[in-house]
């Protein structure tokens, strides 16, 4: 299979290593070409994101070239000694290599397991390397089923089951409470980093209507700019909290922002209409009694966490149920492959077979004192010298499928490639 | 008689499979199934709808007075109901409760199978038919629209009291829900009104007088007419929302079903031919 993955992650590599690896998507073609340089031949696809940087191979030995391919990625950093590298870095090879290829796109080896999202750039990876033409009959067919195992993963287990971010949770509680998240008006009280991702992951679903509330309202405006919303005057807050269907509050005060007793005015102005409170600041904005006001529906940070802790344990639960999707996927994966090579080397054994008694006969039969044989005679000659080729190879055949049964073919390949010397006919070709 | 028997037993078991595959989805444990069971609602309720048409022919009378005709074709009107609103808009979940409902219906009705029963004959014909077909699509119509306000409930104390779990994922959101509240209600308040005008209609035709006013099953029907008025004003009117307005709706199902069933407990009925097999007004 001749199949081989190098590279670091956050379970080998601090970020401050990680970094130094890190492809840019923009940088991935050059960086390839540079890779191919020095191997020529080779397939590669080059998988770069904030926690792995990974270099699929065919037709390199990734074994004994690691100490290359390292440096290449790291960029000819001369800051690493080799046996530093050595413990950063992990090399897969054959086998080995695809069950991690697998692993990687179903999100089983994400931090977060089953985020779905390194499946995405696990794609835009492929197709960047299939543009700079860098993948071919090997890694081609690889990824495209480690693409279908990943989809299967993620559709017949609950690895993705339940949201596990804050900014994902919020916006799954609200497509609970509202249909429709165009028409709502999302307000966001406080310009925190948590609450403006959670705002893009609202705005991501539909929502267009954002009002920006900070005490600072430069800064307010700043956020409003970069969304799109309208910055609104702190003091303003309760005269547009009836207008708010999603309220995100993350301020850094160290008192209640926003009163049950407003929350009651503006869900009475509302006619009913519900509200979703989310409340991501430590110590809290909102009113804990305005939870129980009718319709009004409110998440503390501890909420969402806990709720992310128990999605967590559920996805690990799902777990060992992927891994044996995973594991028929290899064993599809190894049987395509090893099924491939098993055909190669019966036709190169057919070959030689034919070489050999063809060049054989043909220096017999020119023999002078056979020169007056008759051609039925000939015919037979040929006819045995055949049948005496075929016997010879008919038991070395039947072990070799064996053998491709077995899983051992790869073994066997490598004797029979030295013994009949096809490696070194297929130099000479 | 017997082949008609056998076929609705065909398909009122069409309807235990789909209840048994809509809860199974609602459950989580086929989370599929549900377009498939209602499907299997659609076909059982097509192969039920025609028993009922070789039974009114059969007794040359309009079904729908005996146990069996009643149940069945509230349940119908209820499939019907929300076979249509599926095709508008599709709302996961809602099968879940509506079609082990629908079941239940028909559970209650099948051994009132062979009971024949029928209007009086001066009241057979087509505006009788106008009458019992508008009350049952209003009836069907309501139902859907108080389902979905048991499902707000639901899905509202889910929400409330933070229970995430697999019934809270595949049920749909409140506003979707508030939604088929409001839009429903409306057009069972226009049918169950038409109902009642055609009514008084037949009762003018009957020379009936003050003791139509006071039967039982004209009472009840009248607070179930004027609980939907109050309901499509605080929607048309007042806009109001949410929980409140969702327990209006089970409230008004609970009458529904007093004015349609538990009326034939407690009172005799000048509807009293209507053989529910339940009380008074029943054999």
């Known amino acids: 299979m001749n199949v081989g993955v190098i590279g670091i992650s956050y379970h080998t590599a601090p970020v401050e290593v990680r970094e130094q690896a890190s492809v840019r998507p923009g940088e991935v073609p050059s960086m390839l070409q540079r890779i191919r340089a020095q191997f ?68 089983l080896d994400a931090m977060v397991v089953g985020e779905s ?34 989809k299967r993963v ?30 709502k008006t999302v ?26 509330l900070n005490r600072s309202h430069g800064r307010g405006q700043d956020l409003a700019d970069k969304l799109g919303g309208r910055a609104i005057q702190f003091d303003l807050l309760e005269d547009y909290l009836a207008r708010a269907d999603i309220v995100i509050s993350s301020t850094s005060a160290p008192h209640l922002v926003i009163h049950a007793a407003a929350v009651q005015r503006a869900i009475e102005a509302r006619r009913g209409k519900p509200m979703l409170m989310v409340d991501i600041a430590v110590p809290r904005d909102i009113d804990p009694a305005a939870a129980q006001i009718k319709n009004v529906y409110v998440y ?12 967590i344990t559920k996805r690990r639960e799902a777990v060992e149920q992927a891994w044996i999707i995973v594991r028929q996927g290899l064993a599809e994966i190894s049987e395509h492959f090893e099924s491939g090579g098993l055909r190669e080397v019966l036709r190169k054994f057919d070959e030689h077979g034919r070489e050999v008694c063809e060049s054989a006969l043909q220096r017999t039969l020119a023999k002078e004192r056979l020169a007056g044989l008759p051609e039925p005679s000939r015919e037979e000659i040929r006819e045995l010298a ?14 070799l499928k064996r053998a491709s049964k077995n899983g051992e073919l790869d073994n066997y390949v490598r004797i029979v490639n030295d013994l009949f010397g096809f490696d070194r006919k297929d130099s000479k070709k | 008689m017997d082949r008609e028997f056998i076929v609705s037993i065909f398909g009122v078991g069409c309807y235990v499979v789909a209840s048994l595959l809509a809860m199974a989805s609602l459950l989580g444990y086929r989370p599929k199934g549900e377009r498939a069971a209602i499907t299997l609602m659609i076909f059982g309720a097509v192969i039920l709808a025609g028993v009922l048409v070789l039974r009114g022919a059969g007794f040359t ?15 119908l009107a209820l499939s019907g ?45 087509a505006v009788m038919m106008l009458h019992v077909a508008t009350a049952y699509a209003a009836f069907g119509v309501f139902t859907l629209a108080s389902i979905s306000a048991v499902i707000y409930l639901m899905q509202d104390s889910n929400l409330k009291n933070k229970r995430f779990g697999v019934v809270w994922e595949r049920l749909p959101s409140l506003e979707s829900l508030d939604h088929i509240m409001s839009r429903l209600v409306g057009v069972a308040f226009l049918l169950l009104t038409v109902s009642i005008v055609i009514g008084f209609m037949l009762v003018c035709e009957l020379g009936g007088g003050d003791e139509w006013v006071r039967d039982p099953k004209v009472v009840a029907t009248a607070i179930l007419w004027i609980l939907l008025a109050v309901f499509v004003h605080l929607r048309a009117s007042s806009d109001r929302h949410g929980r409140g307005i969702a327990l209006v709706a089970v409230f008004g199902l609970g009458c529904l079903l007093f004015a349609f069933m538990g009326v034939h407990l407690v009172a005799p009925s000048l509807h009293a031919f209507i053989q529910m097999g339940l009380g008074a007004g029943g054999p």
């Not at chain 1, 397939?43 to 037709?59: F, K, P, Q």
């Not at chain 1, 503390?300 to 999605?311: G, H, K, R, T, W």
């Open chain 2, 81 to 125: 109901a929300y076979g249509i609103w599926s095709v508008y808009r599709y709302t996961r979940g809602i099968a879940g409760i509506l079609i082990p409902y629908a079941t239940l219906l028909l559970l209650c009705g099948i051994s009132a199978f062979k009971q024949e029963a029928g209007a009086p004959a001066q009241l057979q014909g």
């Open chain 1, 40 to 107: 020529p031949g080779s397939e590669l696809v080059l998988v770069s994101t904030c926690n792995r940087t990974e270099l699929y191979t065919a037709g390199i030995d990734v074994n004994a070239d690691k100490h290359r391919l390292f440096q290449i990625l790291l960029k000819g950093d001369e800051h690493f000694r080799a046996d530093e590298l050595e413990k950063h870095f992990y090399v897969k090879s054959d086998l080995g290599a695809v069950e991690h290829m697998l692993s990687v796109a179903s999100s």
């Open chain 1, 117 to 150: 999202e390194i499946l995405g750039q696990v794609k835009q990876a492929v197709g960047i390397a299939d543009e700079a033409g860098m993948t071919g009959k090997v890694l081609q067919p690889l990824f495209q089923r480690a693409f279908k195992t990943a």
């Open chain 1, 386 to 399: 055949r049948k005496i080729v075929a016997k010879m190879l008919a038991e070395p055949r039947e072990a």
């Open chain 1, 187 to 212: 307000m966001i009280v406080g310009a925190g980093e948590t609450a403006e991702l959670a705002l893009k992951s609202l705005m991501d679903r539909g929502a267009k209507d954002v009002l920006v």
């Open chain 2, 61 to 75: 009378a309009i079904p729908g007075f005996n146990r069996f005709d009643a149940m069945t074709l509230y349940a």
């Open chain 1, 154 to 183: 993620h559709s017949e287990t609950d690895i993705c089951r339940g949201r596990v971010s804050v900014s994902s949770l919020a916006v799954e509680f609200a497509e609970k409470v509202f249909d429709d998240l165009s028409t």
């Open chain 1, 300 to 311: 503390s940070i501890d909420d969402l966490q806990l709720i992310a802790a128990e999605n």
